[in-house]
């Protein structure tokens, strides 16, 4: 199992950047993929989920609306857009392969191969 995140950087707090995860050696369409992020100091969060057997997606309240998570089966990838950034957005961001628990909730498995590395958004002026 591999995950690679890539696509951070640095952008003006307004601006735009789209994280990608690129997987290999599991059955991409059969799993779900989720992007989790942990700011300096605080907890790492799970900011949004997507189900790659229907699409369906969540997301927490503080991306919802500005986030937009995606994946192309034939690519094996899952995508975030990130939009309208805000400077509290800054954090390492990693993508993970997650399941739903009985109440419907997405956890990350905890094994690190079902990690990608991080990568940096830095949202500042």
């Known amino acids: 199992v591999q995950l690679q995140a890539s696509g951070g950087g640095l952008v003006q707090p307004g601006g735009s950047l789209s994280l990608s995860c690129v997987c290999s050696?599991?059955?991409?369409?059969?799993?779900?993929i989720g992007w989790f992020r942990q700011a300096p100091g605080k907890e790492r969060e799970g900011i949004s989920y997507?189900?790659?057997?229907?699409?369906?997606?969540q997301y927490t309240d503080a991306v919802k609306g500005r986030f937009t998570i995606s994946s192309d089966n034939a690519k094996s990838t899952t995508y975030l857009q990130m939009n309208s950034l805000k400077p509290e957005d800054t954090a390492i961001y990693y993508c993970?392969?997650?399941?739903?628990?009985?109440?419907?909730?997405?956890?990350?498995?905890?094994?690190?191969?079902?990690w990608g590395h991080g990568t940096l958004v830095t949202v500042s002026s």
């Open positions: 997507i189900s790659n057997r229907d699409g369906s997606t």
């Open positions: 993970a392969v997650v399941y739903k628990d009985y109440s419907g909730r997405y956890l990350p498995l905890t094994e690190a191969r079902f």
């Open positions: 050696d599991f059955v991409f369409d059969a799993y779900s």
